[in-house]
């Protein structure tokens, strides 16, 4: 069980997360505003935040992006906005996981309870950590100083996008399935669909590819999954 902070402006909705959450057998800080959120986040040793992003005050993107400057928490977004481009943004800034709203209760909580154990416990897809560094097809990554260069640049990537970058690099040469990816990245249990992945490879090649339209690297296996080219 974790602490979560939950931020919603919407009372009666919050009050029905508040109620759900505890049932689940955590303990709760709810607020309705960014501001309180980041007050909240200063103050206590949250397992999770619950965040939604149309919130007066600070809004959820600024709070999302404020939080990410000093921890790796795992947040889950709830929002209204079901565009691609809004989904983008949120996993962008660092969040783990979407949910849109109206959302079924069973796949929040499943959601909830997927994001708090990833947050517990390493990843099915991490490796043991150590100095040493990762380089394929001019791509070199740095995994204990969480850095990488792309043909001696250097990239700044958002947490998921290293991690799904560094399992393509260790599996270089082979196709991985969607399905091997999510759970080596977001873990067996996740519960969303693939449009989290999708997102992902789209903002990784924008970083890793000469012409991300085109990708030479990160190319697709058509019917089965990815595949990071060892050359």
């Not at 986040?41 to 919130?55: A, K, N, T, V, W």
């Not at 959302?103 to 416990?121: C, D, K, V, Y």
């Amino acid at each position: 069980m974790a602490m979560v902070l939950l931020v919603e402006d919407d009372d009666t909705l919050r009050e029905t997360l508040v109620y759900l959450l505890r049932r689940e057998g955590h303990e709760v800080h709810a607020v309705a505003d960014g501001q309180a959120a980041l007050d909240a986040f200063s103050q206590h040793p949250f397992g999770m935040i619950l965040l939604d992003l149309m919130i007066p005050v600070i809004d959820g993107v600024e709070v999302c992006r404020q939080v990410r400057k000093t921890s790796t928490v795992p947040i889950i977004m709830v929002t209204a906005k079901n565009t691609e481009a809004d989904i983008v943004l949120g996993l962008e800034l660092g969040a783990d996981d979407y949910i849109t709203k109206p959302f079924s209760t069973p796949e929040l909580l499943a959601r909830i309870r997927s994001a708090i154990r990833r947050g517990q416990t390493p990843e099915s897809g991490d490796t043991a950590k150590n100095d040493d560094t990762i380089e394929v097809a001019g791509i070199t990554m740095d995994v204990e100083r969480h850095r990488v260069s792309v043909d001696g640049r250097g990239v700044t990537l958002a947490l998921k996008e290293f991690e799904l970058l560094e399992v393509l690099m260790e599996n270089a040469g082979r196709v991985l399935t969607r399905r091997q990816l999510l759970n080596r990245v977001w873990g067996s249990d996740y519960f969303g669909d693939t449009k989290t992945l999708d997102v992902h490879v789209r903002r990784l090649r924008a970083k890793i590819e000469q012409d991300p339209t085109s990708p030479t690297r990160l190319v697709t296996v058509r019917g089965l999954g990815y595949r990071l080219e060892e050359s």
